[in-house]
């Protein structure tokens, strides 16, 4: 996590570590080579952003123990993909965004404003 930035140009902080998120499983959203989805967007988790990722063939909330994830559950933060985000804005569902710890390399996919009007405070 040394030297990432987050959406707003200060340093990366972590998003969730109960549940340990991140495509790395160590609380932070940022991506590497073998990260195909770009879990970059740390965003808490709403009821009805669940069923429309469910919807979408995107099942969040069965656990599979064999990649450590847990299942989550409203009010969990959670490293998201950038383009489900999109895509879930797109379609009036995104859930909220915890803009401190969003990798910027977010922008490059979604616009500071729309992640802004979906801002929420971390989790203390």
Request: aromatic fraction near 8%; include cysteine.
């Amino acid at each position: 996590m040394a030297g990432a930035s987050n959406v707003l140009g200060t340093e990366l902080q972590s998003c969730s570590f109960d549940p340990m998120t991140g495509f790395f499983r160590d609380g932070c959203c940022r991506s590497g080579s073998q990260d195909y989805g770009m879990h970059l967007v740390c965003a808490r988790m709403t009821e009805e952003f669940l069923l429309f990722s469910r919807n979408r063939g995107n099942d969040l909330t069965t656990p599979i123990p064999e990649y450590d994830f847990p299942g989550l559950q409203p009010g969990d933060q959670w490293c998201l993909c950038v383009l489900r985000w999109k895509e879930a804005l797109e379609a009036g569902m995104a859930p909220r965004v915890v803009l401190e710890a969003t990798h910027i390399s977010t922008l490059e996919f979604v616009d500071l404003e729309d992640l802004q009007a979906h801002r929420v405070e971390p989790l203390a």
